[in-house]
């Protein structure tokens, strides 16, 4: 059962040892990332290569929590690391691909729409010869990393922790998906309009917890996560965004429409097409 694991030391006070492992992984991979972006970063660095070497180091920050909560699965809880992925006898790979693919249809749908509803709120910023390349790089090798961790943490180490404790599988939910949706609350974008932005973010929470329930682990929504981050940081960013640099192929200028379909419209797409091929999604091994 991918929920509430019942392999291993799946206790109270194992997930609190785990929270210690994870303290220090933090230490670690925060001391880490501070040392080695100061040691590449020189005076007279552009934003743009700025920004995509605090991306690679906070990918290696990522990475190190990652092998937290995997010690911390292997060791204090006793059981696979596979169980904080899914609740079946294996890894879906293909699950997390066809995540990956469907995200990319539904972006591919969604912002076109978008630039023609608003096609002012669109800037090309055209291709940065010097920088492109990295940044496809950095997008494809470094986002993945932190998007999976995220993943593993809330819907993953997070929820079988609290489903200890929360037997209601409804409340549960609803509890990951308001502290996922909260913590981007603090995320710069929240100046362009606090109540839709919100919105936006708890609708992405719901898509992607929601997933997780339904399809019984993380693989399809890890998949998702991934490509749509690594997606954005090509194509597209909002103009108030945790990215300040025009680093992508088009900056969007804040408007309520194209914030309701790109962000509103993609996550209930996607979700919808988990909803409808529930079924054939769980057969897929």
Sequence with gaps: MFTRPQIGRN???????????????????????????????????????????????????????IIGLLFS???VHQRPFKTLITGHAVIRWR?????????????AITYPIAMLISPNEFEYNGIDNELFLFVVLSAVFAIPI?????????RG???????????????LCTVIIIIFAALHFFNPEMAMNPFVVAGGYVIMSVSYTVSAFVLKGTEFTIGVHAANNMLLMIFFLFSENAL???????????????????????????????LIFRKRLLKIS
């Design 95 to 107: 699950l997390l691909f066809i995540g990956m693919g469907v995200l990319a249809i539904c972006m």
């Design 157 to 171: 180490f997070l929820l079988q922790w609290f489903g200890t404790f929360i037997k209601s599988t409804l409340l």
């Design 146 to 154: 932190q998007t999976t961790l995220e993943e593993l943490f809330f």
């Design 244 to 274: 300040l640099a025009p680093m992508a192929l088009w900056t969007i200028n804040y408007s309520t429409s194209a914030f309701l379909v790109t962000i509103y419209g993609m996550n209930l797409l996607w979700l919808g097409f988990v």
């Design 73 to 75: 699965v292997r060791f």
């Design 11 to 65: 206790k109270f006070k194992h997930y609190l040892l785990s929270c210690l492992v994870l303290f220090f992984s933090f230490i670690i991979g925060m001391i880490i990332y501070l040392e080695t972006t100061e040691s590449i970063l020189k005076p007279g660095m552009s934003n743009k290569l700025v920004q995509l070497i605090d991306i690679l180091g906070f990918s290696i920050f990522a990475l190190i929590m």
